[in-house]
């Protein structure tokens, strides 16, 4: 179970280096679904977080979401935001979201092998041309 990883979170990513936290997580994300467990996590919000996480484990790595994208009942009563407008500022808050991936999709692209540091590169590169665009398109959501 990963709480708030931020792993898909691309503004911080491609602007306070947080891009290292994208990379970091790929051999561990990648594991999980060679071993075919089912790996749980929750998301501080839905325009950064839960993005780029969805997209991270469908376009890159063809994962099957075994509970899809949902609001968490158990979220944290704080909601942390920039501003006080409501409608345009970055905002967080822990557990907001919740999903499960469970193994790749029938049909996916074989992943790399735990030993093939090649594949894995290429992985990055992919993962740092996505986190560019989800980081180019991302627009705050209301706060809930």
């Given at each position: 179970?990963?709480f708030?990883t931020?792993?898909?979170n691309?503004s911080?990513?491609?602007a306070?280096?947080?891009?290292?936290?994208m990379?970091?997580w790929?051999p561990?994300?990648?594991?999980?679904?060679?071993r075919?467990l089912v790996a749980?996590f929750?998301?501080?919000n839905?325009?950064s977080?839960?993005?780029?996480?969805v997209?991270?484990w469908?376009?890159?790595?063809?994962?099957q979401?075994?509970?899809?994208?949902?609001q968490c009942p158990?979220k944290a009563?704080t909601v942390?935001?920039?501003s006080?407008d409501?409608?345009?500022c970055e905002?967080?808050?822990?557990?907001?979201?919740?999903?499960?991936?469970?193994?790749?999709e029938?049909?996916?692209p074989?992943?790399?092998?735990?030993?093939d540091?090649a594949?894995e590169?290429r992985?990055?590169k992919t993962?740092r041309?996505?986190?560019k665009k989800l980081?180019?398109?991302?627009?705050p959501?209301?706060?809930p």
């Open positions: 179970m990963g708030n931020g792993f898909g691309a911080a990513g491609m306070k280096g947080g891009f290292a936290l990379t970091g790929l561990d994300l990648l594991a999980l679904l060679r075919g749980i929750t998301c501080a839905d325009y977080d839960l993005r780029g996480e997209a991270i469908k376009t890159l790595m063809h994962a979401f075994v509970l899809p994208p949902q158990f009563a942390v935001r920039e006080n409501l409608d345009v905002w967080s808050c822990s557990a907001c979201y919740l999903y499960a991936v469970c193994g790749c029938e049909g996916a074989p992943l790399p092998a735990a030993s540091a594949g590169e992985l990055k993962l041309a996505l986190g980081a180019q398109t991302q627009t959501s209301r706060v």
